[in-house]
């Protein structure tokens, strides 16, 4: 049986191929904006060219939830990627947690505000199609990246995944969803966004199966 | 000259340097072999080696994780864990759906499968006694043992697993031993 191991370390040494060794988590964060960035900033412009959609209200409340919205899927994709390379520790699970603190309480400041005008949770299913054009991508794009990596905890990783793309996507959403209704935004995408979270984490082994992914010429 | 530090090692190995991957290979596999045992001294060998060759795959198939400007050991033990924490997870996947059954030596080659035989005496006992065996049992041991069917042909002609073959020709070999003892 010893033979048998010297006799696969001959085959995978055999036809050895050069790899490029994995970015810094940071570095594929950064490439990761910087294919979705322009992608946003596109879909944004043209669904308020076809839609005649109202501009959001760009007031301080506006820029804080949005640049905690941003810096949770920055910080959870930052987390998401050190998750897929063995032996990193498991610090980065805190990366994410406090813009998504910050993001929760911005929103839930303002709608403390607002329950003065009365509660409303009913929500407007048309801004389900802005969703899916601005979030999709994000989650597509992390899931092709991030099983270049080898995630070893694929529960996490697929959670922290979830959260960065529906951080990012949220942080697009709001800019053509223009109805500042903090509750409602808790309820439909904050809830939307855990619920997310939680079913890909659950299937992260079915996504994330880091040895099916990897082919061994041996 | 061939660097001798396992991080130095792999990053030749992820340049494409055979010989380094090798030499990297040869030095840890002892070390998996030792961590392995020790984190699961109730495998057999074989056992434990099926798992050093578990990590020595999963190591090829995601070198390109690996960081040079890191330790080298510290990201070994990740995939480590990793592989017996899977086997063992695998291991408990298999046994609740896998039932096992004592090997039974069904053919004629093997001794234990012969040795009742010689005590049969007459064969006209042998048959009166195959006779009063279950159907299946029956049919197990005229296909097998007095037809000289291999168990797949006994299996189609039957419509009965392998499995099943295998069992009631050994139920039957059990029956027809306790039969001519008590005689």
């Known amino acids: ?218 | 000259m061939i660097p001798t530090t396992p991080e130095a090692l792999m990053q030749r190995a992820q340049e494409g340097d055979t010989a380094a991957y090798v030499q990297l290979l040869n030095e840890i596999t002892p070390i998996l072999r030792r961590v392995i045992r020790r984190q699961r001294a109730f495998l057999s060998s074989e056992d434990i080696e099926d798992l050093v060759q578990e990590v020595l795959l999963s190591v090829h198939a995601v070198r390109a994780t690996y960081d040079s400007n890191r330790p080298f050991m510290p990201w070994l033990f990740a995939i480590t864990r990793n592989r017996l924490v899977d086997g063992v997870r695998r291991y408990s996947r298999q046994g609740a759906r896998e039932i096992s059954f004592e090997e039974t030596a069904v053919t004629f080659a093997a001794i234990a499968a012969n040795t009742i035989e010689e005590d049969f005496g007459e064969r006209r006992d042998l048959h009166r006694a195959i006779e009063n065996l279950p159907q299946a049992q029956r049919d197990a041991i005229e296909m097998l043992k007095l037809k000289d069917m291999s168990l797949k042909e006994a299996s189609k002609a039957s419509g009965m697993t392998t499995g099943a073959l295998k069992v009631a020709t050994h139920r039957a070999m059990s029956s027809l031993r306790k039969m001519f003892k008590n005689r």
Request: aromatic residues 10%; positive net charge; glycine residues 8%.
């Open chain 1, 1 to 218: 049986m010893t033979r048998r191991t010297d006799n696969l370390i001959d085959a995978l040494s055999r036809d050895l191929k050069a790899v490029t060794p994995l970015p810094r988590p940071w570095i594929r964060t950064l490439r990761w904006l910087g294919i979705l960035i322009p992608y946003c900033a596109i879909a944004v412009m043209l669904l308020h060219f076809i839609g005649k959609l109202p501009s959001p209200v760009v007031d301080s409340q506006f820029l804080m939830e949005q640049s905690f919205a941003i810096l949770t899927g920055i910080t959870a994709a930052m987390a998401a990627f050190a998750s897929t390379i063995p032996g990193q520790g498991r610090s980065y699970l805190a990366w994410p947690l406090i813009p998504l603190l910050g993001w929760l309480a911005t929103l839930g400041e303002a709608c403390f505000r607002n329950t003065s005008g009365g509660i409303s949770f009913q929500h407007n299913l048309l801004c389900l199609p802005f969703i899916i054009i601005l979030g999709t991508p994000p989650a597509i794009i992390l899931w092709m990246m991030l099983r270049r990596g080898a995630p070893l905890t694929p529960s996490w990783t697929a959670a922290l995944g979830a959260l960065a793309a529906a951080g990012f996507g949220n942080f697009c959403v709001r800019f053509v969803h223009a109805e500042d209704v903090s509750l409602m935004l808790i309820v439909w995408h904050i809830g939307g966004i855990f619920l997310l979270t939680a079913t890909t984490s659950a299937f992260g082994r079915f996504l994330l199966n880091w040895r099916a992914t990897k082919k061994v010429s041996a």
